[in-house]
C-alpha cells in the first residue's frame, strides 16, 4: 500500500516482496521454461538468475544475496524508493544488509512460522526487531501488550525511536478495500511510513487527501482481497493461511457480498499444507468466522492431494452442517466442481482461501476471464523503505 499512496507521478517505486502467488513467476518467466518450476535447485536459480541478466557459476551462488540482485535491478532503472518486505523474520533476514534504510515497518503480528520464530508471540515480536537499525525510524501498527514491550525494548537496545499508529480516523470509507478493521489499520501504517519517507528523502512533496484516495482507489495486489468478475460467478480470493488472516478474509467476504441478493448460491473453495499450522484447526476456525458475520457457504470444496476424508472435511461438515461437502484432488478440480454448481444455481459467490498455493493456482485458472479487480495487500510482517 506504500506504493500506492506515494504522490502519483513524481516517483518511481520498485516493490520486493516474497511468498507471491505462483503467477508471479508467469511474468518474468518463460512458460516453456519448466526448470524454473517446482522444488527450488542450484539449477533452477542459475537460470533464473540467467534470465535477469547474471551471468554466474552454480559455487558462486553461495556469495550471492537475492537482494543485492534487486538493488541492481532497481538502481538500473533509476527507482527513487524501493520498497523491501522481509521473508518471515526480521533477525536474519537477508534484507538487514540494507544497512542504513530510510524508514523502517512492522504490521500486525501474530502466531505464524513458530518453527522458525516462535514458540511464543514474544519470541515473534523478537525476530520481527531485528529489522530495526539505529538512528532510523521505525513505524508499527499496534499490537497487543506482550509483543508490544518485546517491541519497544529491543528498539531502546537498538537506539530506534518507535511509533506505534492506531487507525485513522481520517482515512476514506471505501467499501471494498478499507472495509474490515485491519486493513484501515494497515493503510494508517502505510501512510505514517511514507510520510516518514517523504519528510527525509523529499521535504518539498507532502501527501493530500487526493493522494491517499487515489492510493487506496488503484491499489491491488493479485490473490490478496481480490475480486474477478466471470460472467454470472464472482471470485473471492484471498491468500490467507493462518487464524488472524482466515477470520479477516470471512469477514471481508461477508462484507462484500451483502446486499448483492440474498438468493445467490455462495461456495467456498478451501485448501491448506503446512508442517506448522493445524489445517483442522483453521477450517474450524473459517467456518466460526463464517457464521458469525451470516456469510455461511451453501457448498464447500476441498481441494488436496489425498484421496481419503481428512480431518478439515470432518471438522468442517460438523461446524458447517448445513451445506453440501465435496473433496476434489486437484485446483482444477475445484474449479470445475465449483462452474459446474454455478451453472446449476445460475451465479455464485466463492470464496477462494487458506493456501497462498492454492490461490497462486485459481489466477491461472481465472486470468482469461478476468474482468475487475479490487484488492489490498495484507502483509504480516516487517519491511524497510
Known amino acids: 500500500m506504500n506504493h500506492g499512496i506515494l504522490p502519483s507521478g513524481q516517483y518511481e517505486v520498485k516493490l520486493q516482496a516474497p511468498a507471491a502467488p505462483p503467477t508471479f513467476w508467469d511474468t518474468v518467466m518463460p512458460k516453456s521454461n519448466k526448470l524454473l518450476r517446482g522444488v527450488p535447485s542450484l ?25 543485492h540482485i534487486a538493488g541492481m535491478k ?31 515497518g512492522i504490521t500486525s503480528l501474530g502466531m505464524d512460522h513458530i518453527s522458525q520464530l516462535g514458540p511464543t508471540i514474544e519470541d515473534i515480536a523478537w525476530h520481527k526487531a531485528g529489522i530495526f537499525k539505529t538512528g532510523t525510524p521505525a513505524f508499527s501498527a499496534s499490537q497487543d501488550v506482550r509483543p508490544s514491550a518485546v517491541l519497544s525494548k529491543r528498539a531502546a537496545e537498538k537506539g530506534v525511536n518507535l511509533t506505534f499508529i492506531s487507525t485513522n480516523d481520517a482515512l476514506p470509507d471505501s467499501g471494498g478495500v478499507l472495509s474490515i478493521p485491519v486493513q484501515r489499520l494497515n493503510c494508517s501504517l502505510a501512510l505514517e511510513i511514507v510520510r516518514a519517507f517523504l519528510k527525509l528523502k523529499a521535504p ?18 493479485a490473490g490478496r482481497f481480490e475480486v474477478i468478475e466471470d460472467g454470472i460467478s464472482r471470485w473471492f480470493l484471498d491468500g490467507a493461511h493462518n487464524m488472524m488472516s482466515l477470520e479477516q478474509a470471512a469477514e471481508w467476504f461477508s462484507n462484500n457480498t451483502h446486499g448483492l441478493g440474498t438468493q445467490t448460491c455462495r461456495v467456498l473453495i478451501f485448501s491448506h499444507f503446512s508442517e506448522d499450522r493445524d489445517g483442522a484447526d483453521l477450517v474450524e476456525c473459517l467456518a466460526h468466522s463464517l457464521l458469525k458475520h451470516n456469510a455461511s457457504p451453501d457448498y464447500v470444496i ?36 465449483a462452474r459446474r454448481i ?26 482469461p476471464q478476468k474482468l475487475a479487480r479490487t484488492g489490498c495487500n495484507l502483509l504480516q510482517g516487517s519491511g524497510v523503505l
Open 43 to 67: 539449477a533452477g536459480m542459475s537460470e533464473w538468475l540467467r534470465v535477469l541478466g547474471h551471468l554466474i557459476q552454480d559455487c558462486d551462488l553461495d556469495k550471492l544475496n537475492i537482494v
Open 74 to 104: 532497481g538502481k538500473g532503472k533509476k527507482v527513487d524508493a524501493a520498497i523491501f518486505e522481509t521473508h518471515h523474520g526480521g533477525e536474519y533476514d537477508a534484507t538487514n544488509v540494507i544497512l542504513k534504510p530510510v524508514v523502517m
Open 204 to 221: 518539498e512533496h507532502t501527501i493530500d487527501l487526493d493522494d491517499i484516495s487515489s492510493g487506496i482507489e488503484n491499489f491491488s495486489w
Open 302 to 337: 476441498f481441494t488436496t492431494y489425498q484421496e481419503s476424508e481428512g480431518g478439515s472435511t470432518r471438522i468442517g461438515k460438523s461446524k458447517l452442517s448445513h451445506c453440501r461437502f465435496s473433496t476434489e484432488p486437484t485446483i482444477e478440480g475445484a474449479f470445475q466442481r
Open 342 to 367: 454455478s451453472a446449476q444455481q445460475g451465479g455464485m459467490e466463492v470464496l477462494v482461501t487458506g493456501s497462498l498455493f492454492l490461490v497462486g493456482g485459481a489466477l491461472n485458472f481465472l486470468q
